[in-house]
């Protein structure tokens, strides 16, 4: 740097240098240094054409300067008459004027005393040599007579050192001077134009100036330009290249405009020339000529100077930008490799089983495939560091210690990749040892499962049976473990504390084999040996086993060989206890084998687990890194079409969340239970709320296809596919979510079928339980999403608990004569939402298309808010249906299930959400309600006695008092809000039931049916006092004025029954009591008229029966205004 700065120094001091011998010799060129008059300083002085230098010359090359004659020259100034005879005096050349000048004085149409006073005004201040003095005297007779006197004795007056000839006519100038060298009006030949001549001198001296302005401008600028301060950033570098560059240009083309000047004014001294002929150019213009010339070379010098130093000036600019992107360059690569080997640090697992250092040694390549960008770029900055240092760059001693570092950090990340690569090939290495010896002792152990006892109890079938053992025991010198000692000390490098364990339990395993496979051996000779009476022994089932057991040790792998070794370290048998001892050896060995059995199949299916979860998760990384994420590179923008542009969230859903969830969590809690299949369980239920994530996926899927739809055809899916080389497009894998959801249930299903006698098989079930619920939901919500027509919100309904299509025919006994009339005929067919809060009834619509557009929409048509239902189990003539009724069935609905069960499931559901609803109010009001009915007598007829039954009903009346699950009590008035009134719907938008003209055709073929179960029985009689709340269905109009007036709605409660049916109650609204007819009251709160049923409706033709219900709407249920969505 400082040899650049010196080099800097030395050019910027040899430009001023020959800039400042260009200012000097253009001053001497135009006389400056002499004569600082300038043309254009005396321009109105020179106008006046008193004396003018007319190029001419005498014989010797002595310069010509005219007096022409000029009336007024007497009255000339001094002062402008000097700076006249100094300027003219200044053109020739300094060899010229060292001869002296030729002074010709026209005075031919002055007098003497005009001619006198011009030579000794001459005489007194010419400022230049003279050679020679002519004057033409006046040419009339006696002025020139007067002349010739006067000047023979006036001669010294003049006191002029040369000569002064008087002349009388013109042609006795041409004796002096040729006539080549006078002008016309002195009768010579020479080509003279004043206005000419001062045009051609002012253009010249401008000239003049013009190159030393540039001169001392470059100069200037060159100084500038060697003290700007170089930047510390590529930016600012740059900037101030581009400024420096555009004021290096303004200057060139100002140099350029000069020469261009230049160039101009020599063809104006040149234009005499260009008219051909014989003329040419007088002294004066040749001299101009030389001027112009020189000038220009003085302009072409400074160019040069200033080119010079600029060339090393942008080298230097150039070489600093250079510098500066190097640098730049170099703390990028240097933070991307510190990365890398960051990275490379972590990766210190050496895994935990041969797929987990296969799925280690893949992650390897893949990061080394990844950071080959880095380490290449890398190198590629070394290069080009070498590069500039060999072009001879300033800041060598910079750049150096920088490419030695990259090169040294390169060979540092490879050098570790290779450590890690060889430590996993070591690992590698030594669980492809342990998991081949896991098979062998596998496939030992069904070996030994997979011999029947009863056909080794011959000594033929003993002796086959030892055949296959000891063939058996032969592979095992290419399978087992041979020296744990040795295994230790090969794999030293890679061994932890988990994996010193497992080699452990892996030759314990194998040495466990042995020792059963030595004992069987033991009892086959024996058996071989000898041929003993046949028994019947317990022989296991190999066709249950399965025939390529896959290796995966097991947690409790000790516990599993323990039936096993304990049966075969039984001491020696005595020869009475043979038979029996053999038997029982058989029975013991055939209970072991059977649990290893179940103990690798379970390991089958967890190994199955884990290896689908790892492609599973490398699945969902290959489309994010290979799809989702080429959709934001720019080199790939080009390819996404418009419709695909800012659409990668509805593409791809939350596939991104569902990844980070298995490849952070899930993936890595599956290992850890890879040695304890049974208790996978466990994994599942800690992380079932994680799975939720499915539902949203899933919801957005119908999106994501049609989309895909659309775009599928796009140049940028099919870039993306060749470049990750799959054989299928995008649309299979985003099924892949989807298909892994329902994957799970199916392995759990296997896993808990091998492991019903294990610790962990509540905790499968419980997780399978919890999947096929997931499942559940997401079908559900699948359905949900595709409601159209509904103003609400449908989150405020409650959760979704069923949802089904049914046959749903209508009856409403209430101001709907027509729909009544006309309910016998076909059924509506209506797809059912059962809600927490409402039930909603739609109308299914297929759709066309293909995938999921052919899922079907359903209309919105009427919804029933769950606090006003009631439900009957059982309608007579069809096992299937069962009726949702409204406000104390005012409407009814008979519900049809395509089966029994569906209809049994339903029910039970619904049953479920009532039952809650009334303990939810009952736990509201219990306390309140407890003492209200503590006070409140319950009145008895005087003129009769308690009767058993009535005794009877006081005990059940205080045993529902202290029940929490009872549906009956007294609840105080406050606590009751006026149930809602004759509204069908859940909320004011709410449709009625399509009438029978939108089914599509009726028929009279089926008739209805709408009668309860109590209707079913027949029952008819009168009613019997049951204490509780209860309704007034139809208002007393014929009772007396000071009577209770009730109206439909009202709440009461039975004080005690009368005659002619009549009850005495209480309204709980206005605290009177009156006497009302049985027949017009609906019980409120009461027990279930059907042990099937949650609430039923009980009436008959000739008397109105009490309808016992369990719907909340009169006793809990929320005005409808306050639970729409």
Request: glycine share 6%; charged share 25%.
């Amino acid at each position: 740097m400082r040899f650049w700065l010196r080099n800097e120094e030395m050019a910027l001091e040899e430009m001023v240098q020959r800039l400042n011998a260009v200012c000097r010799r253009t001053d001497e060129i135009m006389h400056r240094d002499i004569t600082p008059l300038c043309a254009a300083d005396i321009q109105d002085q020179l106008k006046k054409r008193f004396a003018y230098l007319s190029g001419g010359r005498g014989q010797d090359g002595s310069p010509v300067i005219t007096f022409p004659d000029y009336p007024a020259f007497s009255d000339v100034p001094d002062k402008e008459f000097q700076n006249v005879m100094t300027y003219l005096t200044s053109i020739p050349s300094l060899q010229d004027a060292g001869i002296g000048f030729i002074l010709v004085i026209d005075r031919r149409q002055d007098k003497w005393t005009s001619v006198k006073a011009s030579i000794l005004r001459i005489a007194a201040s010419f400022p230049a040599n003279l050679q020679l003095v002519l004057v033409l005297r006046p040419t009339g007779f006696f002025q020139r007579t007067l002349s010739d006197l006067a000047f023979k004795f006036n001669r010294d007056d003049f006191k002029m050192k040369v000569p002064v000839i008087m002349l009388s006519s013109v042609p006795e100038l041409h004796g002096y001077i040729d006539k080549s060298q006078l002008t016309e009006d002195l009768g010579g030949t020479l080509d003279y134009s004043h206005t000419r001549w001062l045009s051609h001198r002012t253009a010249i001296e401008g000239f003049a100036l013009m190159v030393k302005q540039t001169a001392q401008m470059l100069q200037s600028f060159g100084t500038e330009l060697a003290e700007t301060e170089l930047p510390n950033d590529v930016q600012s570098t740059s900037l101030v290249l581009c400024a420096h560059t555009e004021k290096k240009d303004r200057a060139k083309e100002d140099m350029r405009s000069a020469l261009d000047e230049g160039q101009s004014i020599l063809e104006n001294i040149r234009e005499p020339l260009a008219k051909g002929g014989e003329q040419s150019l007088n002294q004066d213009q040749l001299d101009n000529q030389t001027t112009v010339q020189r000038l220009l070379a003085q302009l072409s010098e400074t160019e040069a100077a200033f080119d010079e130093f600029w060339a090393k000036h942008q080298q230097k600019l150039q070489q600093c930008l250079q510098l500066r992107h190097f640098e730049q360059d170099f703390r990028e690569v240097k933070a991307s490799l510190d990365t890398l080997a960051q990275k490379i640090a972590t990766f210190t697992d050496v895994g935990n089983s041969l797929a987990h250092a296969e799925h280690l040694l893949k992650d390897l390549t893949s990061f080394e495939e990844k950071s080959s960008a880095s380490v290449e770029r890398a190198r590629a900055l070394a290069l080009e560091g070498e590069k500039l240092i060999d072009s001879k760059h300033y800041a060598v001693d910079s750049i150096r210690p920088k490419c030695h570092e990259l090169q040294h950090l390169c060979e540092r990340s490879a050098a570790e990749v290779e450590r890690r690569r060889g430590l996993l090939s070591k690992s590698l290495e030594l669980h492809g040892l342990l998991e081949a010896s896991m098979r062998w002792c596998d496939e030992g152990i069904y070996l030994l499962a997979s011999q029947p006892v009863d056909k080794c109890q011959s000594q033929d079938g003993a002796e086959a049976a030892l055949q296959e053992i000891e063939k058996f025991l032969e592979t095992g010198a290419e399978n087992k473990i041979q020296e744990l000692n040795k295994i230790y000390q090969d794999y030293e490098s890679i061994l932890t504390k988990d994996l010193m364990e497992h080699v452990q339990k892996v030759f314990q395993k194998q040495e466990g084999m042995e020792e059963m496979f030595h004992r069987r051996q033991a009892s086959l000779k024996k058996l071989a040996a000898k041929q003993t009476r046949p028994v019947q022994p317990v022989a296991p089932r190999p066709e249950a086993l399965t025939k390529s057991p896959c290796p995966s040790p097991g947690r409790r792998r000790g516990s599993e060989n323990s039936s096993e070794g304990s049966a075969l370290r039984r001491g020696p048998y005595r020869r009475a206890k043979s038979e029996m001892s053999e038997s029982r050896q058989g029975r013991s060995s055939s209970t072991g084998d059977e649990e290893e059995s179940l103990a690798i199949l379970r390991r089958h299916v967890m190994n199955e687990l884990l290896d689908t979860e790892r492609v599973y998760v490398e699945e969902l990384l290959c489309v994010l890194e290979g799809y989702a994420a080429e959709l934001d590179n720019p080199l790939m923008a080009h390819l996404v079409s418009p419709g695909l542009q800012n659409k990668k969230n509805i593409l791809f859903g939350n596939m991104e969340e569902i990844y980070h969830f298995h490849n952070r969590i899930f993936l890595r809690e599956l290992e850890d239970y890879a040695g304890c299949p049974e208790l996978v369980g466990r994994c599942f239920l800690e992380r079932m709320e994680e799975f939720q994530i499915y539902e949203k996926y899933c919801q957005n899927k119908p999106r994501s296809e049609s989309l895909w739809r659309q775009c599928s055809d796009c140049p940028f899916f099919q870039e993306c596919q060749r470049k990750l080389d799959h054989k299928l497009s995008l649309d299979s894998y985003l099924l892949k979510p989807v298909q892994r959801i329902t994957k799970y249930q199916l392995l759990l299903k296997e896993m808990l079928k091998y492991s019903k006698s294990c610790e962990g098989a509540e905790d499968l079930q419980e997780a399978l339980s919890s999947i096929l619920g997931i499942l559940k939901a997401v079908n559900d919500s699948m359905h949900l999403i595709a409601i159209t027509g509904y103003d609400g919100n449908l989150s405020d309904l409650g959760k979704l608990l069923m949802q089904g299509s049914f046959s749903v025919w209508t009856d409403h006994k209430k101001g709907h004569t027509k729909v009544k009339d006309l309910a016998r005929f076909k059924p509506m067919q209506r797809h059912l939402f059962l809600h927490e809060k409402a039930v909603l009834f739609c109308k299914k619509r297929e759709e066309n298309g293909e995938g999921y557009e052919k899922a079907p929409s359903y209309s919105y048509k009427q919804s029933l808010n769950m606090a006003a239902v009631g439900i009957t189990e059982n309608v007579k003539g069809d096992v299937r249906k069962f009726e949702i009724w409204y406000n104390a069935r005012e409407e009814v609905y008979i519900i049809q299930a395509p089966s029994p069960e569906i209809k049994a499931a339903w029910v039970s559901e619904i049953r479920k959400v009532l039952t809650s609803q009334l303990q939810a109010c009952r736990e509201a009001s219990q306390h309140r309600a407890l003492e209200q009915s503590q006070s409140l007598p319950l009145p008895v007829p005087p003129s009769t006695s308690p009767s058993k039954g009535s005794t009877r009903n006081i005990k059940k009346l205080e045993e529902r008092k202290t029940d929490p699950l009872s549906l009956e009590g007294y609840v105080s008035p406050t606590s009751l809000p006026k149930p809602p009134e004759k509204g069908r719907g859940w909320s004011k938008t709410s449709q009625p039931l399509e009438a029978p003209e939108d089914n599509d055709g009726w028929s009279s073929a089926e008739e209805l049916i709408n009668s309860s179960d109590a209707e079913e029985e027949g029952r008819v009689g009168p009613r019997k006092l049951v204490p509780g709340k209860y309704t007034v269905v139809t208002g007393d109009e014929k009772e007396s004025p000071d009577a209770l007036a009730v109206r439909s709605g009202d709440v009461v409660e039975v004080v005690h029954e009368g005659d002619e049916g009549l009850w005495y109650v209480r309204n709980l609204t206005s605290s009177k009591e009156s006497w009302v007819p049985a027949s017009s009251l609906s019980t409120l709160l009461s027990t279930s008229g059907s042990a099937q049923c949650l609430s039923s409706s009980e009436s008959s033709a000739g008397s109105a029966l009490l309808s016992t219900s369990s719907s909340c709407s009169e006793s809990c249920g929320a005005p409808l205004s306050d639970l729409q969505g």
